[in-house]
């Protein structure tokens, strides 16, 4: 595709369900990335894949939090059991090569409320 | 942890005034890129920088990488209207390549 596509926009949720977030990568690039950014802050890294490979998932907040990108082209962010503290946009980023000469290009995020 | 300083928090421009933002980090960084983000969107890549007292111009907008690869800064020369958002720096510390840490940003707002 043109760009980053990141599914839902807005996700409003009640505590304690569990959300699936998803992003469609530009094709063929082989990084993806996960960030969370509360309102006000910078992104937080939340998780790292090469292809398939989940290389850094070191930013997850807790096991509440899961990653995959089964095919190495699309992702899925879980959150189980949503705390109102998840609130936040979830932005998901992809570079063509490891090497982040190019930076990352952005979706346009998933605005997650948690009620 | 490693953390990534951005002052100032808020900026407050005239337009045609210039506009600096600084990044510091207490270590040394693999290498540092600059993102933009407009209200209500998403942060958009400016530049890498990865040499030591490195020097990058794009246009009105010079980024400059410290000798000592801890410092950064992103100056624009006669802001415009165009020019609001919120700049991030990101810093790498070559570890994961994955694990970009965002500074909080610089608001930059300009009046007309």
């Known amino acids: 595709g043109a760009g980053v596509s990141q599914s839902p926009r807005y996700k409003v949720a009640k505590r304690g369900q569990d959300v699936a977030l998803r992003c469609d990568p530009i094709?063929?690039?082989?990084?993806l990335f996960w960030y969370q950014q509360a309102l006000g802050q910078g992104p937080e890294f939340l998780t790292y894949f090469q292809n398939e490979a989940q290389l850094d998932k070191s930013g997850l907040p807790s096991d509440r939090f899961f990653a995959e990108r089964p095919e190495g082209s699309v992702s899925t962010l879980k959150i189980q059991r949503t705390q109102q503290e998840d609130s936040a946009v979830y932005l998901c980023?992809?570079?063509?090569?490891?090497?982040?000469?190019?930076?990352?290009?952005f979706g346009s995020g998933t605005r997650l409320t948690v009620v | 942890g490693q953390q990534v300083m951005q002052i100032p928090q808020y900026q407050h421009v005239q337009e045609g005034e210039d506009f600096t933002t600084y990044c510091n980090s207490s270590t040394t960084l693999s290498n540092i890129q600059w993102y933009k983000q407009r209200p209500g969107g998403h942060p958009v890549f400016l530049i890498q920088?990865?040499?030591?007292?490195e020097v990058k111009k794009q246009k009105r907008l010079t980024f400059q990488f410290g000798e000592a690869k801890k410092n950064s800064s992103l100056h624009i020369t006669a802001t415009q209207t165009t020019d609001v958002g919120t700049y991030f720096c990101a810093g790498n510390y070559g570890g994961s390549q994955g694990n970009l840490i965002f500074g909080k940003g610089t608001k930059l707002s300009v009046k007309p």
């Open positions: 980023a992809s570079s063509l090569f490891p090497d982040r000469a190019w930076g990352y290009t």
């Open positions: 094709s063929g690039h082989v990084s």
């Open positions: 920088l990865v040499k030591s007292g």
